[in-house]
């Protein structure tokens, strides 16, 4: 039997990106539940059901600046018939009154002050001759007030437990915690709330060639900028990125390096040193200090990837590691496609790392160089009700340029060699799609 001539065959160990994906996030969970300080919790997942321990608001109140009368004393008032009534007193928010409204009287009040006692509605000051004074109450306080229009009961008054009730569950447990509910939780009165915890990723990068950004540069290097992405794309979803000092290409170093970020880390994120390269000796500390698979993942750009794991300490916590590719648009893609899903699964939100995937039209031809699928740095546009997606530029694993352009990566299948100019092409988006005004 003979292959069909256009079938590639390829090496025995290359995985899926799917597959690659679900034997790493095998190994991941969410992590603890800790408490937190409210500020610190932005888009973490709230990990205990949240009640109201009291009404919000507590007291009926105003919603407006105006007089607390009895409606029944507003009955028929017009512009042409006003009523008048004797003010006898005054109330701010944040205090209580402490008599009560009779009969033709109204006490002045400001918003989010308590409803007093006998009163059932609120008259707002444009409905009155407040505005017609020249001077201010303060100085001037004036023994009574002109109803210019009658008020229904209950007028302008936000009932107690309008927002929440008294033993209500307001936030249950599960709930991401974006500004809104961060603020629930505020009025709630909680100074903090027990979240499922950080993800603290180590980010190393590996090889001799590489410089800190601010040194001088000397030929035959360059700088690290795989440690800058990968950390700030740990830190954009959440998680706490712990930059160690790169490792040069030595046994030495790089064993003194993993220790020291599987010491105190959750992942441990490498780049480079993962292909074939003689200097590359990432894959022996890696063999030699913990369990490490080398795959050939079916997908371009990031064909090499390492994942095993290192026990840490008495060996009782083991620390996941992630041996990514060092080209550095290679780093970012393989990032994007297995470390994001991992840290979204530890930070408890296992289905958030999916991003939203759009059909657009593309605007040019889009080709896979080889038979792995291609994940294309894309600038997408929505123009006339349909998604537009054109490449960023060159596609090579090293044009990083190409990733700072892109919010869309656009992925040809592994089933069509291209995707032609006006073909449709699936894109995942990455950032916000503007649509120019037409
Ligand atoms: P390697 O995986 O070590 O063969 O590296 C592949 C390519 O990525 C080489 O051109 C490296 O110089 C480059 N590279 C490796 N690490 C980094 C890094 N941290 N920042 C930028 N480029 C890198
Ligand atoms: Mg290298």
């Given at each position: 039997m003979s292959e069909p001539a256009h079938r590639h065959v390829l090496p025995a160990d290359m995985i899926s990106v799917e597959e690659a994906r679900a034997r790493i996030l095998a190994h991941f969970a969410p992590l603890e539940a800790v408490p937190a300080p409210l500020l610190e919790t932005l888009g973490q997942v709230l990990a205990e059901d949240v009640r109201g321990g009291f009404d919000i608001p507590p007291l009926a109140n105003t919603s407006m600046d105006g007089y607390a009368v009895r409606a029944a004393d507003t009955t028929g008032a017009a512009l042409a018939s006003p009523r008048r009534l004797r003010v006898t007193g005054y109330l701010a928010a944040g205090s209580v009154y402490d008599g009560s409204v009779g009969p033709g009287e109204a006490v002045r009040i400001m918003t989010g002050a308590p409803l007093p006692d006998g009163a059932d509605a609120i008259v707002p000051f444009e409905e009155t001759d407040e505005e017609e004074q020249s001077t201010r109450w303060e100085d001037d306080p004036r023994p009574d007030v002109r109803i210019d229009v009658a008020a229904a009961p209950g007028a302008n008054v936000r009932p107690a437990g309008e927002d929440v009730r008294a033993g209500e569950l307001v936030l249950p447990a599960g709930t991401i915690l974006g500004p809104g509910q961060i603020g629930v939780l505020a009025s709630l009165g909680l100074e903090q709330v027990t979240v499922i915890r950080r993800p603290r990723v180590a980010v190393l990068s590996t090889g001799d060639e590489?410089?800190?950004?601010?040194?001088?540069?000397?030929?035959?290097?360059?700088?690290?900028?795989?440690?800058?992405?990968?950390?700030?794309?740990?830190?954009?979803?959440?998680?706490?990125?712990?930059?160690?000092?790169?490792?040069?290409?030595?046994?030495?170093?790089?064993?003194?390096?993993?220790?020291?970020?599987?010491?105190?880390?959750?992942?441990?994120?490498?780049?480079?040193?993962?292909?074939?390269?003689?200097?590359?000796?990432v894959k022996e500390v890696l063999a030699r200090e913990g369990e490490v698979g080398f795959w050939t993942v079916r997908?371009?750009?990031?064909?090499?990837?390492?994942f095993g794991t290192f026990s840490a300490g008495e060996g009782e916590r083991v620390v996941p590691h992630l041996g990514l590719p060092g080209n550095p648009v290679s780093a970012m893609m393989t990032f994007e496609l297995f470390g994001r899903p991992a840290v979204f699964t530890m930070l408890g939100k296992p289905q958030a790392w999916e991003r939203p995937r759009v059909r657009a039209v593309a605007g040019e031809r889009i080709a896979r160089p080889d038979e792995r699928r291609f994940y294309a740095r894309a600038i997408v546009e929505r123009r006339d009700g349909r998604y537009h997606a054109r490449l960023t530029g060159p596609q090579g694993s090293g044009v990083l340029t190409s990733f700072a352009l892109a919010n869309g990566i656009a992925v040809v299948p592994e089933d069509a060699p291209a995707v032609e100019p006006g073909d449709e092409v699936e894109v995942l988006l990455i950032d916000r799609v503007t649509e120019p005004e037409s």
């Amino acid at each position: 039997m003979s292959e069909p001539a256009h079938r590639h065959v390829l090496p025995a160990d290359m995985i899926s990106v799917e597959e690659a994906r679900a034997r790493i996030l095998a190994h991941f969970a969410p992590l603890e539940a800790v408490p937190a300080p409210l500020l610190e919790t932005l888009g973490q997942v709230l990990a205990e059901d949240v009640r109201g321990g009291f009404d919000i608001p507590p007291l009926a109140n105003t919603s407006m600046d105006g007089y607390a009368v009895r409606a029944a004393d507003t009955t028929g008032a017009a512009l042409a018939s006003p009523r008048r009534l004797r003010v006898t007193g005054y109330l701010a928010a944040g205090s209580v009154y402490d008599g009560s409204v009779g009969p033709g009287e109204a006490v002045r009040i400001m918003t989010g002050a308590p409803l007093p006692d006998g009163a059932d509605a609120i008259v707002p000051f444009e409905e009155t001759d407040e505005e017609e004074q020249s001077t201010r109450w303060e100085d001037d306080p004036r023994p009574d007030v002109r109803i210019d229009v009658a008020a229904a009961p209950g007028a302008n008054v936000r009932p107690a437990g309008e927002d929440v009730r008294a033993g209500e569950l307001v936030l249950p447990a599960g709930t991401i915690l974006g500004p809104g509910q961060i603020g629930v939780l505020a009025s709630l009165g909680l100074e903090q709330v027990t979240v499922i915890r950080r993800p603290r990723v180590a980010v190393l990068s590996t090889g001799d060639e590489l410089l800190r950004p601010g040194e001088p540069l000397r030929p035959g290097a360059i700088y690290d900028s795989n440690g800058f992405s990968l950390a700030s794309m740990v830190r954009e979803l959440g998680a706490e990125p712990l930059v160690l000092d790169i490792a040069g290409d030595s046994v030495e170093a790089l064993t003194a390096r993993v220790r020291e970020g599987v010491a105190d880390a959750d992942l441990l994120v490498t780049s480079a040193g993962v292909s074939r390269g003689d200097f590359d000796v990432v894959k022996e500390v890696l063999a030699r200090e913990g369990e490490v698979g080398f795959w050939t993942v079916r997908m371009r750009p990031g064909k090499p990837l390492a994942f095993g794991t290192f026990s840490a300490g008495e060996g009782e916590r083991v620390v996941p590691h992630l041996g990514l590719p060092g080209n550095p648009v290679s780093a970012m893609m393989t990032f994007e496609l297995f470390g994001r899903p991992a840290v979204f699964t530890m930070l408890g939100k296992p289905q958030a790392w999916e991003r939203p995937r759009v059909r657009a039209v593309a605007g040019e031809r889009i080709a896979r160089p080889d038979e792995r699928r291609f994940y294309a740095r894309a600038i997408v546009e929505r123009r006339d009700g349909r998604y537009h997606a054109r490449l960023t530029g060159p596609q090579g694993s090293g044009v990083l340029t190409s990733f700072a352009l892109a919010n869309g990566i656009a992925v040809v299948p592994e089933d069509a060699p291209a995707v032609e100019p006006g073909d449709e092409v699936e894109v995942l988006l990455i950032d916000r799609v503007t649509e120019p005004e037409s």
